[in-house]
């Protein structure tokens, strides 16, 4: 990874963080993108080697940030070799009668469009060889009710993934998609905690039941994967989901 040059959607996040600090210890030169400012500045100083980190504030939805961060990219450290679309939101569990269009609408801005954002910018600023890599979620393999965004909208990503590959391997972009399980951070406790208030119960124990290794991941288990994707390591590798779910898939 030394002198690469990598894009982090979603960079003040724990996953997209984790994957930076991997990064930067193998040499590489990330750009962060996040929502907003203040979380950018908090992630950054978590991260060694200030010379070779960038950070751009940018809604991930919207077509001119999406150029704006891969500008940015290429002006700050050359082309891009690395770009790990991991941007992401929650959305809500309700029943289909109740559940809100207008949150179903903002989970597949970020999730969906973001990601072909990504793709459509970002292609043209990669360096052939380059890696795209798309945070999905166990969630592409399951179908809980009540989840109708994010479910969908992992699904989604699959479908993308499969088809920025097939556009990328003309110029051996490799472009690949992780599949956390439920991950120790606040996006997914938070959802947990929801969950549980809804029905009255513990869902992070619950979870760990169902999850054959019996626990959650750790954000550094899952940025090893994104840095296998994002290294020459996995270099005939592409098109491929990556289930790092504890076997909560099976």
Known sequence: MKN????????????????AKLFLEQGAKVLLVDLKEEALATAKKELAAADRVDTIAADVSQEEAVAAYCKKAVDRFGKIDVLFSNAGNVGVIASLEDYPMDVFDAVYAVHVRGAMLAGKHGFPAMNDGGSFIINSSVAAWRSDAGSYAYVTMKQAQVGLMRCLASAGAKRKIRVNAIHPGPTQNEFQLGMERDLGRQTNSDVTAWLNTLIPLGRHADPEEIARCVLFLASNQSSFVTGCSLRADGGLSL
């Open 4 to 19: 690469k040059v990598c894009v982090i959607t979603g960079g003040a996040g724990s996953i997209g963080l984790a994957s």
